[in-house]
Nanobody, 115 residues
Framework: QVQIVESGGGLVQPGGSLRLSCAASGRIFGYYTWGWYRQAPGKQRNLVATIASGGTTTSVDSVKGRFTVSRDNDKTTLYLQMNSLKPEDTAAYYC?????????WGPGTHVTVSS
């Protein structure tokens, strides 16, 4: 069983930056493609970015050029560097495998972008 804990969220002004971390227990971390997802209040949870075991990344158009996903397989940790944050980035952010595994959802970390 994999346990996931996201951290690094907070309140930031528009244009600011945050770095999210996702610590995953278990030995399977390095074998999977992982993703960052977010869920804004009252909306469904959506994929933001992915990173394959070999390091290939993808991201949705709304965050391209602003968000960077990375991973450290030795530390079994996933990261999301978020720059040039916008109010519409406000959401709870989660990590999970891609495609997501139902039992792996963590508590998430909240990001609020507001002046």
């Amino acid at each position: 069983q994999v346990q996931i804990v996201e951290s690094g969220g907070g309140l930031v002004q528009p244009g600011g930056s945050l770095r999210l971390s996702c610590a995953a227990s278990g030995r399977i971390f390095g074998y999977y493609t992982w993703g960052w997802y977010r869920q804004a209040p009252g909306k469904q949870r959506n994929l933001v970015a992915t990173i394959a075991s070999g390091g290939t990344t993808t991201s949705v158009d709304s965050v391209k050029g602003r968000f960077t996903v990375s991973r450290d397989n030795d530390k079994t940790t996933l990261y999301l560097q978020m720059n040039s944050l916008k109010p519409e980035d406000t959401a709870a952010y989660y990590c999970n495998t891609f495609p997501p595994s139902i039992g792996y959802w963590g508590p998430g970390t909240h990001v609020t972008v507001s002046s």
